[in-house]
T-cell receptor, first 113, second 116 residues
Framework: RKEVEQDPGPFNVPEGATVAFNCTYSNSASQSFFWYRQDCRKEPKLLMSVYSSGNEDGRFTAQLNRASQYISLLIRDSKLSDSATYLCVVTADRGSTLGRLYFGRGTQLTVWP | GAVVSQHPSWVICKSGTSVKIECRSLDFQATTMFWYRQFPKQSLMLMATSNEGSKATYEQGVEKDKFLINHASLTLSTLTVTSAHPEDSSFYIC????????????FGPGTRLTVT
């Protein structure tokens, strides 16, 4: 079983739509959780960390359910520039990307005008 | 934020030849760097953890004699793909771990390797 499982999509949505991505992880000892964004043929870039209480950064909201080992990302008011692959990432290290990261295969999002 | 560079950004080589990829932390020192590989539509898979001044730690299934890693300084790690085969064609990405606050892991821009 893979460490991190994601719905690969693709998700094709119009500008202004709200879209949600889900992710599950298998290691209950995982401590830190992140969403990364990866553009085509580029390196992944940190989008946001995910906290147990849920957290929001502008149009992006992340949620974590430790009991279900489930992570989500909600994007509101989608922009064309949001088109990318979104990677769910977990690590056993607390509070940072200090150590080994486990990546999901990513969910592809295309926002059309 | 911190910057990690990789060189080359892309390379095409013939089967049987060796290719060296460099990963540099430009404005911070990194005792630890990580090498990942990503095949099309797949997730990033950790190949090895590179430790400055000591041997790299390879993940299960990664041949250490084929993927040679050298981390000779606090700002440079190299990955050499020896006797490359077409199945080694992939996107190779390194990351470097900042030794000071905020202790984050920063990714290089990747190297696209095509073996013909």
């Amino acid at each position: 079983r893979k460490e991190v499982e994601q719905d690969p999509g693709p998700f094709n949505v119009p500008e202004g739509a709200t879209v949600a991505f889900n992710c599950t992880y298998s290691n209950s000892a995982s401590q830190s959780f992140f969403w990364y964004r990866q553009d085509c043929r580029k390196e992944p870039k940190l989008l946001m960390s995910v906290y147990s209480s849920g957290n929001e950064d502008g149009r992006f909201t992340a949620q974590l359910n430790r009991a279900s080992q489930y992570i989500s990302l909600l994007i509101r008011d989608s922009k064309l520039s949001d088109s990318a692959t979104y990677l769910c990432v977990v690590t056993a290290d607390r509070g940072s990307t200090l150590g080994r990261l486990y990546f999901g295969r990513g969910t592809q999002l295309t926002v059309w005008p | 934020g911190a910057v990690v560079s990789q060189h080359p950004s892309w390379v095409i080589c013939k089967s049987g030849t060796s290719v060296k990829i460099e990963c540099r932390s430009l404005d911070f020192q990194a005792t630890t760097m990580f090498w990942y590989r990503q095949f099309p539509k797949q997730s990033l898979m950790l190949m090895a953890t590179s430790n400055e001044g000591s041997k790299a730690t390879y993940e299960q299934g990664v041949e250490k004699d084929k993927f040679l890693i050298n981390h000779a300084s606090l700002t440079l790690s190299t990955l050499t793909v020896t006797s490359a085969h077409p199945e080694d064609s992939s996107f190779y990405i390194c990351s470097a771990r900042d030794e000071g606050p905020p202790y984050e892991q920063y990714f290089g821009p990747g190297t696209r390797l095509t073996v013909t």
